[in-house]
């Protein structure tokens, strides 16, 4: 009720137009520096400014405010103040422009963050305005035009931006910066455009003011006609659009109708307001002509219409023009199309004061050279001004109803002027820079709707609005001489936007039943990008002695503060709220003060019941006719609300409790709670742990009166009903209503009847109940035997409530009341409280239905079925749940991934669909970081009850940062079990391997760097034993997650003809060198897996999956294992051929092979890659060019060099690892990939023996040695090596002996020369021991035939080893 900022719009990409205005200027440091003056001249007012309203008027900053003000783009720096900006009055286009640019910010709605729907502008257009050289904006101005259909309710139709030039030119553009037409009316620069707009009259015989468009320059002004404006922009309008739809015809519009005046007598001029038509009286009339005309002056009969004009400046200060109306005709200035699309030259030579555009180049330089004709100006004298020789006028504002208007000067004045008497009414001071606009109130029609008066035109208030800039205030003052109404502290770099028109094209006829929607006063914050405007109530204009809601509202303020005091006695507190509270006369202001009492949390519940009681007694004394009825009504809804508060809180403090009904029907609960006692008890063990929070968010903590009022209202048939707000809330009142009840330390039959007399629904009070059961879970499993027979009491009385069980349902159907505990239990995530409420209300609906059935003396056992299978069905759904809960709690192992806890309800595993249990274990087995070895470890016991529960530890090499004890490791295997035990079905070793698979992948995806999770998920897969299964997810993989990384990868290698540094794996396939070559592996594992399950597909039938009977109303997406049973087979050989590429690329990555991998095969084999595995492609067939099998033969022997190199290590006898370039079994592959290359496995053996001997690996050679065919070629190869390595014992050793160089002598000449002729480099490991290399030249006479060339050279080899060997 008092005055207020109201944000209604945000500008949205400030940011964008401050870099496109200042793009080439560096003005930050000049604005630093400003700003640092602007600091150092303003003085501290934190004193004086706090004081002002209480505080109360003070602009909050929001947190919203701050977040936007990066987005604004202001930074702090006043670079507004160097632009000029003009917002539409609609507040629906504003328009910024510095020098020759321009941006254009129309309207948007959004949703915000709350789903609350608000209006934005942003950024539709920008660009640059002028089209003469040199010339920059001076002036700018947003004129909205009307409507003219029929249906219009006041909304504009289009707005016209009107820009002034220091050129001269007028220049009028569309929204979207078309421009419209130009005229050059005045070869001075544009000082200040200003319209008026048609008002309707407040009073009979008020003048009826014209529109128009006033155009100020430094000696004359302009005022074009706004009904000729209007019509004008209109036909210029139509033709730019049809000019856009190529249209070629040409309609001329009607001429601009316009006056100009050379303003004379003032030395300069600055800024100008167009008053209007007035009428003097007959006594001024004849005033004015004795002092114009002597004594001897005559004076006409009617007093003559004159057009007023006030100018500021100086020499004088204030200077007041009038025109007589018919003193000078109106000129009329040919309007030129500025989209014209076909002038003619005749056509321009006869316009005035125009340009356009597309002509031909010869048209276009006429109108450069020759000038407009700029018409004379009609000379106009001052008639009188107000004289300051000292003083210079900065600018003026008219205020709307035309009488009074507010000039601002250079000596920080601002002064009110009364127009009509020509004089200076009233002066502030110190407001340096200010800004000024108007703001015109009216006053609310539902004070005077029902006076005698009401048939009289509206009252209107009238405020002048003030910004100070230099000290960052906005103020708010009465007129004429009222006081300050209201002050914000605002930013210092803000601008304050008026108007002070309306739509332009409306009259009399036209705006009858129009809302115009218009701002009056905007104040634009550029830091945050937020416009505000100003809402004043009519009764600030009000005296006190006038304003009985002035008194009230202080009354308020007074209750407000007092309200705000601590240290103040509760006796005294009452006293005097209920004394301000009966003293406030006007029943809304009224209404006010007693929710501002009922909302404060420090009052008590006492002061408060006195207080609404004494109003309540004080209105019921008065005559009906006087009395707020809804004033009245509040008052006794929260009376009684606050009894209702009263009484609970006194049951639950009362020490009487009731004593315990043993006729509970609860004979087999007993049974039920010891039979899942021990799945409690694990559940209980798993549940979060406590953590840090305050003390007011505790349950236990007591529900203020104030919380409870916020939350129930009274109806109008005397009920109460509760208001469903957040979800704590709804806990906090269920908490102080029930909670006590649930613990047996309150009479729970006294509090059900309290209530229930209160008149709230059985149906609320159930939620309610459900909701504190559910919530407070962790308590109640401590005591469940208890508090499960205090529920089950509880729910009893509700049941027997008057609408709780309706009295006509019939058994045969399910009860809505039962229905309404199921849905809770069914949706909640609290699965132990649920279970248990759901025994209970078993129970409890068993004894009701039974007592219905006997009460009718007859048996339907239909009726007692059909509700009761509903709870059998959610009880047992509970009881899965639960166990499965369990599960998904067991917190994971230190150093594993982690992640959020799943919770699940039945409701969520419902709309799982038939995979939603799997997909929440496969969850809960990534979290828990579960090998697929141990995961099938445990499986396997599911069907051996007697197996040994000692747990191996097979999966030590995967998990040996993670040390875990036995018993731990035991309990989890069982607690899966006993999940397994519950789905058998859903989740069947198959189901659950599936989607372990798919769960590993997609984490993979997320984080290709973690090779591990890809290399588990083909495990699991490998675990799958249906080859239906295996196939569809395999396949599915594949194309999701495997065919495009591997198709990037290929090509990567075949762009760099290399293995790829870590980089560019980064960028291309998105993980690095490691990561890519762990991918291929598995990829290789993958398409294997998809070969061998297409083997078997044909031999297996396809598995029946099913789901158990309680979960058959799964309804959501199909499980992984049903999607892999639709998929298509797929094409063997395209398998094949994708799965040799990958072992290719592994190879390559592995062994740092130089490859394009497309080079290995010919054009039907690069055809066929990255095609979809279903479909049949044209494969390569027959015998292979003989040069693509060179370069493949070439590969693989890289590939057998680079593993031999590998496992360099002679000496070591431990076995070689599974994976890696260390691999067992890299050789057989590579015989296997040479068998598809059709390259000669003989080769490869050979080649691989050569490699392994001279790397000193004898015993491995000598096994592949034995697989070789062609023994002829090998041991000339092996020959040559054995002469390398004696070479390198008898020429190239350091520690030559003397024997040695003895048995050199000895050799035969051609030994001698040849060993001199071996390179000993070319091995890799020359320094043998001798025995070996003498067990080598027994194999070489062996494999060598006598009849071989190099047999004798073999037998003198081996004379000089036996020497050498029986030397050492």
Known sequence: MSCSLFEFCRLQEFKTVRHFLFRNEKSEPVEEKSQTEDNELSWDTSD???????????????????????????????????CVVSLSPCADLLVVAREQKAAFLSAKWRTDDSGREEMTLGVSWTGTLSTEEGECVSSTICIPLASQKRSSTGRPDWTCVVVGFTSGYVRFYTESGVLLLAQLLHEDPVLRLKCR???????????????????????????????????????CRNQAARAAAAGNDVIQPPPLAYKKWGLQEMDTIVDHSSVGIMTLCVFDQMKNASILGGFNASVKGSPPAMSQYVTVGSGPYTGFYYAIEGSSQPLLSHVAMAVASKL????????????????????????QKQKPKVEPATPLSIRFGLPDSRRHGESICLSPCNMLAGVTDDFGRVTLLDLARGIAIRMWKGYRDAQLGWLQVPEERSERDLSPSASLPRRHALFLVIYAPRRGILEVWAMQQGPRVGAFTVGKHCRLLYAGYRLMGVNSVTSQGWQLHTQQVCLLDPITGVLRTVNIPFHLALSDKKSERAKDMHLVKKLTTLLRSRDIELDILESEARSIVLDIKHPAVKKQALESLLSNKNTPVSCLVNITRALDDTLKRQEPGEVDAE?????????????????????????????????????????????????????????????????????????????????????????????????????QLGNFLFWSCLCGKSPLHKVCYTLQQAGISPQQLLSLLLSVWLHREKELLQKPEENVRNLHRLLVALSDMKGAVEESWDTQSISPWWQQVRTTCVQSHNAAAALLAALVAHRAAKASITSRADSKFQSEWEAVSLELEQWVVCVRQLEDVLVLQTLLLVPPPPGATGGATVQCSIKTLLEGGTGGIADSVSKWVFRQDISPERLKEILQKRGNKEADDNVEQRDEEERHEQE???????????????????????????????????????????????????????????????????????????????????????????????????????????MGDKAMTSFLGCCVQLLNILMEADSAVEEVSAPELSIE??????????????????????????????????????????????????????????????????????????????????????????????????????TSSAPLPSSGPKAEWWPSLCLELGSLLQVNPDILRRHLVCELYSQGLDLRAEEVMLEVEDKDVLG?????????????????????????????????????????????????????????TSRLVGRLIEILPENHAQYSLALHLLEAVEVLTTED
Not at 52 to 73: C, F, P, R, Y
Request: with cysteine; aromatic share 8%; glycine share 4%.
């Open 344 to 367: 003619t030259s005749a056509l321009f030579s006869a316009a005035s004061g125009w340009l356009g555009w597309n002509k031909n180049k010869n048209e276009e330089e006429a109108p």
């Open 1109 to 1210: 009977e309680a979960w058959s109303g799964a309804e959501g997406p199909a499980s992984i294992a049903e999607l892999a049973l639709e998929q298509r087979g797929v094409h063997y050989p395209l398998v094949q051929h994708h799965c040799l590429l990958a072992s290719l690329l592994h190879a390559a990555m592995t062994f740092s092979v130089k490859v394009k991998p497309f080079s290995l095969f010919d054009s039907k084999g690069k055809n066929a890659f990255f095609r979809d595995l279903t479909t049949i492609q044209l494969m390569p067939s027959g015998d292979m060019d003989p040069g693509l099998v060179s370069v493949r033969q070439e590969f693989l022997l890289r590939v057998l060099t680079g593993w031999a190199q590998a496992i360099d290590d002679p």
């Open 964 to 1070: 875990k004890s036995q018993e731990d490791t035991d309990r989890t295997a069982e607690l899966l079990l006993a999940v397994c035990q519950r789905f058998p079905h859903s989740l069947s070793p198959d189901f659950l391997f599936a989607h372990c698979c798919w769960e590993y992948v997609v984490q993979w995806n997320k984080d290709p760097e973690e090779g591990r999770y890809l290399c588990w998920s083909v495990e699991h897969l490998k675990m799958v034993s249906s080859p239906h299964i295996q196939q569809g997810v395999c396949t599915m993989m594949w194309s999701t997650f495997i065919a495009k990384r591997l198709s990037a990868a290929t090509f990567l290698m075949e762009k760099v003809g290399k293995a790829p540094k870590d980089r560019l794996c980064r960028r291309d396939v998105g």
């Open 197 to 235: 707009t048609y008002e309707i009259p407040r009073h009979p015989g008020v003048t009826e003011q014209h529109e128009e468009l006033s155009i100020l320059y430094s000696a004359a002004m302009v005022t074009i006609d706004g009904f000729s404006l209007f019509q004008s922009l209109r036909a």
């Open 631 to 731: 004033l009245l009504q509040l008052c006794s809804s929260q009376l009684k609300l606050l009894q209702l508060y009263t009484d609970i809180q006194q049951l639950h403090s009362a020490a009487d409790v009731e004593e315990t009904a043993e006729n509970d029907s609860l004979e087999g609960i007993e049974e039920e709670l010891s039979r899942v006692a021990p799945t409690l008890q694990r559940y209980a063990q798993f549940t979060p742990r406590p953590s840090v929070s305050f003390a007011q968010d505790s349950p236990d903590s007591p529900l203020p009166a104030q919380a409870f009022l916020s939350q129930l209202e009274c109806t109008e048939d005397e009920e109460v009903k509760v208001i469903r707000r957040s979800e704590t809330e709804w806990n």
């Open 48 to 82: 004086w400014e706090s004081a002002w309203e209480g505080g109360d008027n003070k602009e909050e900053e929001s947190t919203s405010d701050k977040k936007v003000a990066d987005d604004a783009g202001g930074q702090g720096e006043p670079w507004l103040q160097d």
């Open 1276 to 1332: 000339s190869q092996l020959l040559v090596l054995t002469g390398q390595r004696l070479s390198y014992s008898l020429l190239h050793s350091q520690n030559q002996t003397q024997a040695a160089m003895e048995l050199l002598a000895r050799l035969p000449p051609t030994l001698c020369t040849w060993l001199k002729a071996m390179d000993p480099r070319e091995l890799r490991c020359p320094l043998i021991p001798l025995p070996q």
